[in-house]
């Protein structure tokens, strides 16, 4: 994506020093586009708790390289024992993603072949920016697999715009660029297709309104930023054609794992009978869960609740909105259905949310 017609990967080797990684803070999107670099490990380990990056694919990718800098700061005599410290530590820190399992694993593979520290060096950073740039590709492929779905409806709308409801983010932020519900929508709009996005919000981090709104607006594609319950009055209204969202994790069985609230945005697309998809690489499928019950449900910080972060046009500043003595629950993540969604759209192409047809896809 482009900004201030600059062309930026959510992650990225510093390019005057290979020694640091460097990412955009979200915390502070819209209102401040901060470059951070990561030096440290547990630079690493801080970026994803804290959410200066966020998204299933994206926080995979930052723990890869994150596996590269804890080699970096090793001895050559404990580099095996800081390695696998490093490893444990960046797993914790966000449990109900697949992605981040995943792009660990893959690394630490990879870094198991080296016969000395310099050489596992060397093939972490070459193996971290090989999971980066398989991520753009398969974004892109995501996108044009979900592209005919979009042509196909304005078609039907003899040109009018093709109105999308969205939730969370994920979008180029969420992943290294393109997005996986977003790159449908990009590459339409690119296309000269007339799409309209409906943002939710997605409180409690309003990753909806900040993130994607931020991201949309980039790149020219017309959008309305919604308060997280009016998806429900859209859709009975006649005014969302699609939904695609995106996935933290997806069973085999085809039931998704998402930011909070996108359990009530399907339901509300089954009621009214709007096809509702959900966008995602194949490295967000969980072949060894069975149930969805058994999937880690973050629960964060009760602050994120309580306080709502703005610009009050000189500075970002955090407030107060419930009392301060009131209890709070944050969980991040609720568990659509298969039942409810319509498709699964996939860098292999789109398939029901069900593991045969994901089995034949994927070739399990």
Not at 228 to 242: F, I, S, T
Request: net charge neutral; proline share 5%.
């Amino acid at each position: 994506m482009k900004i201030g017609n600059k062309h930026y990967r959510s992650i990225w080797v510093n390019p005057s020093n290979p020694l640091e990684i460097q990412i955009i803070d979200q915390r502070y999107l819209p209102h401040e586009f901060i470059i951070r670099d990561l030096k440290h490990p547990d630079d690493f380990v801080h970026a994803i708790k804290d959410m200066l990056v966020r998204g299933a694919p994206l926080i995979g990718i930052t723990a890869a390289y994150g596996l590269y800098s804890a080699l970096l700061h090793s001895p050559a005599h404990d580099a095996d024992a800081n390695l696998q410290k490093a490893y444990d530590k960046l797993l914790a820190t966000r449990p109900t993603g697949n992605n981040l399992r995943w792009a660990l694993s893959r690394q630490l593979h990879a870094i198991n072949e080296g016969k000395n520290l310099g050489e596992k060096i060397k093939i972490a950073l070459e193996n971290a920016n090989r999971l980066a740039d398989e991520d753009v590709k398969i974004c892109r492929q995501i996108g044009k697999h979900g592209l005919p779905l979009i042509a196909e409806l304005s078609k039907k709308k003899n040109g009018a715009p093709v109105n999308i409801l969205t939730h969370c983010n994920a979008g180029w932020l969420a992943t290294v660029d393109y997005g996986t519900a977003t790159a449908p929508i990009y590459l339409a709009h690119d296309a000269g297709i007339s799409v309209h996005v409906w943002v939710d919000e997605t409180r409690p981090r309003n990753q909806g309104a900040s993130l994607t709104a931020f991201e949309l607006g980039k790149h020219g594609v017309p959008h309305t930023v919604v308060v997280d319950n009016a998806g429900g009055h859209l859709m009975q209204r006649g005014r969302v054609d699609m939904c695609i969202v995106g996935t933290d994790r997806t069973l085999a069985s085809g039931d998704v794992c998402n930011k909070i609230g996108t359990y009530l945005k399907a339901l509300a697309a089954f009621d009214n009978k709007i096809p509702f998809y959900v966008a995602l690489p194949s490295s967000s499928i969980d072949w060894e869960t069975k149930d969805a019950s058994q999937i880690p449900i973050e629960e964060r910080s009760e602050s994120e609740v309580k306080h709502v972060q703005g610009f009050d046009g000189k500075k970002i500043v955090s407030v107060l909105v419930t009392p301060s003595h009131s209890k709070v629950s944050n969980f991040g993540f609720d568990i659509t259905p298969a039942r409810l969604i319509t498709g699964l759209i996939t860098e292999r192409g789109i398939c029901k949310p069900d593991r045969k047809e994901l089995s034949l896809m994927f070739y399990e």
